[in-house]
């Protein structure tokens, strides 16, 4: 089964830009719906962005609108997460994960095959 890799988190300074990308193990599973997902101390996991498999298609929370930006590159089994001017409040760990189905494309639930995480913490 498909298998994820989340990379390129850091410490940035507010107003700050980082990069973030999504590795995924299998061909097949990158013609799916990815979505990126934050978890940061006491609270739930948490709905940014995801982004169709045509990559024509993408959604954010309000919060992050204007400042991230997903894109993918099916040819490489890779999603991205373009990171900009960053404030403290983005400060979590970020997860991509594939669509299964189920519902709402903003809920957790509803995707599966978590990666690790990737820390971003951003001072102010």
């Known amino acids: 089964q498909v298998q994820l890799v989340e990379s390129g988190g850091g410490l940035v300074q507010a107003g700050g830009s980082l990069r973030l990308s999504c590795a995924a193990s299998?061909?097949?599973?990158?013609?799916?719906?990815m979505g990126w997902f934050r978890r940061a101390p006491g609270k739930a996991r948490e709905f940014v962005a995801r982004?169709?498999?045509?990559?024509?298609?993408?959604d954010y929370r309000d919060s992050v609108k204007g400042r991230f930006t997903a894109s993918r590159d099916n040819a490489k089994n890779m999603a991205y997460l373009q990171m900009n001017s960053l404030k403290a409040e983005d400060t979590a760990v970020y997860y991509c994960g594939i669509y299964i189905g189920g519902g709402s494309l903003r809920s957790a639930q509803n995707y599966a095959y978590w990666g690790q995480g990737t820390q971003v913490t951003v001072s102010s």
């Open positions: 982004i169709n498999w045509t990559g024509d298609g993408t």
């Open positions: 299998e061909r097949t599973f990158s013609s799916k719906t």
